[in-house]
């Protein structure tokens, strides 16, 4: 047997800790207790679908035949003017009832047109990888704040207990690290856990003794825990503690459980572009995500690639057929799945990336940063479906309607949750934060 | 207010008596919403005596609430508002010097001058004032902790280390009267208790051995200005004399070295001074990141607010923020010389140094290019002939198909080191061999040199600071002097022969100062949080106007009046704490506690913590005894696993140059690396802040990845490994056990349970030794390790 297929064989839940921890541990002190929002949202939880690197706008959700026009007729472009357009290496197509525009390389996506609600209108506040990263996830591009999921989970809580409410899974990890998904000045029990996937998905997760004497030293620590208790009477610190470590028991073994793809069907795996046996890849991520959005994750972060081999294709735009290939039948299985489970309409999906890439050529083939217009979509619940919001100039070099900058999109997201987002503040060093900090407004047309 | 402020009620019942703050204070609080120079509703503002007197008849109509209008919209003031503001009005608005924001602050009570109170009653002051408040509320204390949980609680505060089980033992038997007072003698003369508080002030100061951003560069000395305080604290140096060096070391004691390494303090923090293309916006972020973190860690004052805007309730207006930044506006980053001819010879040898490494640069290209040359041409002759062409046009003149074809080509055709080796002659070897002897001999004593960061004047002459101006640009121009609501203040023109403004001087002279209201209310609040976990104040980096009130506002005043009585020791403070009953007590809940004060503010008892992050990683090396005590120098970077570093923005070779010696790795943690950008797992997990802002009070959160962490995780399993090799040895393994990770001797029950476990394990496993890991990292895990009570 095997560490994975031990750890499989776990049984769900506890058998150590008494009932009775559960009880002493008064709502208000754990962090992770569930929470009302400020109105009823329509989401229950997100699923961010974070591609690293900076997609490029004009190849993907906002095609742009003028590039083409452009390009012939030797226009020049660019910061110093020196540049000629590139037209996109893909041909794009109209998609559903509602007659969107995407390039191939999103086309099993595109199918779910009437779900999407394209924004084409994005701006950020910088033209670095590690900054833009950062603004999109904590709303900063200097310091850093608290990440998006952690300002949800510490909005939310968990509905369970034996998994952490705000979830990671990066194979790699983007620009700027861990940082992306720190809980940074809230209680740290809103920080993202990454997963990683493959052999050992999460850190310190793997047992260092097998499960039974493991279950000798954990018997042995409660029965002292519990005496220690007993002898000091009640203190939801200690209790809180003692539940800490049934949540990590639960994790030991819930976590594997999410991991293990053995009870769905050929057809769902199908649908995510998925092998049996695999452990690695977009659709496995995408699989884990809805996995995780059942047992009642928050939030739910997904990251394609890493700081390196990534979207950021300054030489050869071809690059993105690969980094397109990995997760678009994916995303598309999410999705369908989702619908067909009925979970759409309660779970908000967030598709972005850190900035768009420059109309113009850089390197041989290629595309600069280009933060002053970008795309992402939302899609499930609260939004609208089949809307193409926004809109760039006939080379996608300027937002010539609809502007949502990041601030306006995070506020967007969390109204969907059924948060305002200039009251879900946390106070710290002297005043009040929030993801938004002063700026952002709810895109009130992007809503169902 | 409530009427905990009886003492206090003198200074607020003198700005009641005065109409005009009165007056001011009502426009502040219910009309500048709408009605100040940027609101402007209606065209009316009503910030100055002239624009109140032109609007006076539509004011008195207004919140008279008898006409159309009526003023404020969201409710009419009261009787006495109303009365206040008409007679100030009918005395034609006479509106002192100073904002209204900072006339408004200034009855606050914090900001008042420190009155030593009468000590209510007999016995240890601090006891008399807790007492009469639990006693106010019909409450009882509880008795005093027993002597093992005394010791381990006063050795954690002082050291962040328990005690050992002899050190607890001979204080349990000690019958002398003074055997506490001893212990605390003692722990105070150790040089641990600098480890431990000179970490509550680096958590103050945002220290870190990088300076953040994506490259996240080292700050190479900035260890020296650690162990400065470190050394400080140990030394107990007066605590004005502390902020003085820190402030205005430079300026204030200029033949002193070792006193200008506190002007480190304004070099530790984040910056972007590596960037050099940002050098503007790096010196506004720079003096923003001194102003904001000094006005809090020295005064307890939330300035960052007023950068953009005046706030409403902050007590610091904008023109006082940028008074206070003016201070700074001359300032430039310098080193401070240790010893002088000795950094001169060090300087000196640094530069002929590196005209040596330019030449023997020279050497190593004059023998390896050709070879690399050839083997690169070799390659290129294998690849199309236009990727040749490429590679022979020279960089400024090549076309962009040209440099995308040299670019994808490059790293192909370059060939390794060792590639270049094997084609030497052995007459090359040789050279090549006597080349590396040089370079040994120019390294073999290479060491930091003697300097410390720190800062000082640029001249005389301070570079012009401006207000911003409506729309961008710069307003109007302001000089340096001190915030209105604490007094005010304007600091003169140095002397004509002064090498520096002298503003940062007359700043420490203000700050260490008895006269100043804040400095010794915030020093004693912090000294009483890092004891009680809770300040008397619970906002300790914020005694603005609004700030909770203080739960025993004359204990505070005491202790304020006290830290100058004691010529400003910090030991003694802890002194007069730590003796009191209050300190001692257990934390055993007594009657009523739980209803009447959940968050035991009274004090009826001692409130448990969890251990801080350093804590944790120290106590485990401890009890494994693996701790190495070794004191001071460099940043330690311990070893971790590939897959643990990886949140690294530089390469993990770069960012992660692991320290050689592996006794090195168990070192305190206050001598481990922190990085702004990355923080050891153990850290992050344990919440230990990350340094990119002044911290005052750490987050102390409980999640399940900590347990997994020091179930799982390497260190933990590692520590346990130590422990249990010890234990092998020991005649009774599950005594020695008990006694080095909770410095006690296990109950009957305890010693039988772990002992049928250390059998089933060694049967389970198959060896004792790995049963007694086992063991060892269940007793890590203990509720009773990682708290303190």
Known sequence: ?448 | MTLRFSLLAVPLLASAQDPGAQAVAVLEQRCHQCHDARTRMAGIALTSSAEVTAARDRIVAAIGYQAKVKMPPNGRLGSGEAAALTSWIGAGAPWKAGTGASRAASGHWAFQPVRRPAVPGAGLPVDAFIDAKLRERAMRAAPEASRETLIRRATYDLHGLPPSYDEIQSFVRDPNPSAYRDVLDRLLASPRYGEKWGKHWLDLVRYGDTSGFEQDPYLLYAWRYRDWVIKSFNDDKPYDRFVKEQIAGDELYPEEPEAQQGTGYYTIGTNRDMLYKVEDINRVETLTDFVDTTSSVFLGLTAGCARCHDHKFDPIPQRDYYRLQAIFAPFQKTRVFLHYDMARGYDLQENTRTFRLHETGAQLSALLDPHRKALREARLAQLAPAVGEAFATPDDRKTPEQKALFEANAKKVEPSDDQVFARLSKDELAQLHEIERRLVGIYKNYAPGPFSPGLTDAGREAPRTYLPAKGGGDGEEVGPGFPGALGGGDIPEPPRDSATTRRRKALAEWIASPANPLTTRVMVNRIWQYHFGRGLISTPSDFGTRAGAPSHPELLEWLASELVERKWSVKEMHRTIMLSAAYRRSPRLPPAAPERDPENSLLSHFTRRRLEAEEIRDSVLMAAGSLNGKRGGRPVVPPLALEELYGMSQPVGNAWIVTAGRAEHDRRTIYMISRRNFRMPLMEAFDRPEGVLSCARRDSSTTAPQSLSLLNGPFTLAQAGALASRLETAGHPVAAAWRAALGRDPSAEEAGRARAFLDRQTANLGSRQAALVELSRGLFNLNEFLYVE
Not at chain 1, 112 to 120: E, Q
Not at chain 1, 215 to 226: G, I
Not at chain 1, 378 to 407: F, P, R, S, Y
Request: glycine share 12%.
């Open chain 1, 1 to 448: 047997m095997n560490r994975r297929q031990l750890l499989r064989s776990m049984v769900a839940g506890s058998t150590l800790l008494p009932a009775i921890v559960t009880d002493l541990l008064a709502a208000s002190t754990d962090p992770l207790a569930p929470r009302a929002p400020h109105f009823a949202g329509k989401a229950k939880r997100v699923i961010f679908l974070y591609m690293t690197g900076g997609v490029s706008h004009v190849d993907t959700f906002d095609p742009k035949p003028g590039l083409k026009t452009a390009a012939e007729r030797g226009v020049k472009a660019g910061r110093r003017g020196d540049q000629t357009y590139l037209p996109a290496s893909w041909s794009a197509k109209r998609y559903g009832g509602s007659g969107l525009e995407v390039t191939d390389l999103f086309r099993h996506t595109a199918e779910l047109a009437d779900d999407l609600c394209v924004i084409r209108s994005m701006t950020g506040d910088h033209n670095d990888h590690f900054q833009a990263a950062m603004g999109v996830h904590t709303g900063s591009v200097t310091v850093k704040r608290p990440s998006i999921g952690s300002w949800v989970s510490y909005g939310l809580g968990t509905e369970n207990r034996n998994l952490p409410s705000f979830v990671v899974l990066a194979p790699q990890l983007p620009y700027a690290g861990s940082q992306v998904w720190s809980s940074d000045f809230l209680p740290g029990a809103h920080g993202g856990t990454r997963v990683t996937g493959g052999e050992e998905p999460v850190a310190d997760l793997q047992r260092r003794a097998p499960e039974k004497m493991q279950r000798l030293e954990l018997d042995l620590l409660a029965r002292f825990n519990r005496r220690h208790l007993n002898e000091r009477g009640a203190d939801p610190a200690l209790s809180a503690r003692m539940k800490a470590f049934e949540t990590a028991f639960g994790m030991q073994s819930e976590m594997p459980d999410v991991f293990d793809f053995s009870k769905e069907t050929d057809a769902t795996l199908s649908l995510y572009g998925l092998r049996r046996g695999g452990n690695t890849g977009f659709g496995w991520q995408c699989l884990v995500a809805r996995r995780l959005a059942e047992r009642g994750v928050r939030f739910i972060e997904l990251i394609d690639t890493g700081s390196s081999g990534n979207w950021d294709v300054h030489g050869e735009i071809d690059g993105m057929n690969a980094l397109a290939g990995n997760v678009d039948r994916p995303i598309a299985g999410l999705l369908r799945d989702l619908k067909s489970r009925g979970m759409l309409d309660e779970t908000l999906v967030v598709w972005t990336t850190e900035f768009g890439r420059s109309p113009w050529l850089s390197g041989k083939h290629g595309r600069e940063h280009y933060n002053k217009a970008y795309s992402a979509w939302l899609a499930g619940g609260g939004i609208k479906g089949g809307v193409v919001w926004g809109k760039t100039d006939e080379v996608g070099a300027k937002i010539v309607e609809n502007t949502v900058h990041v601030h306006d999109f995070n506020a967007t997201v969390l109204h969907c949750l059924g948060f305002d987002h200039t009251r879900l503040t946390f106070r710290h060093a002297g005043r009040d934060f929030r993801l938004t900090d002063v700026h952002g407004n709810v895109v009130k047309p992007l809503l169902a």
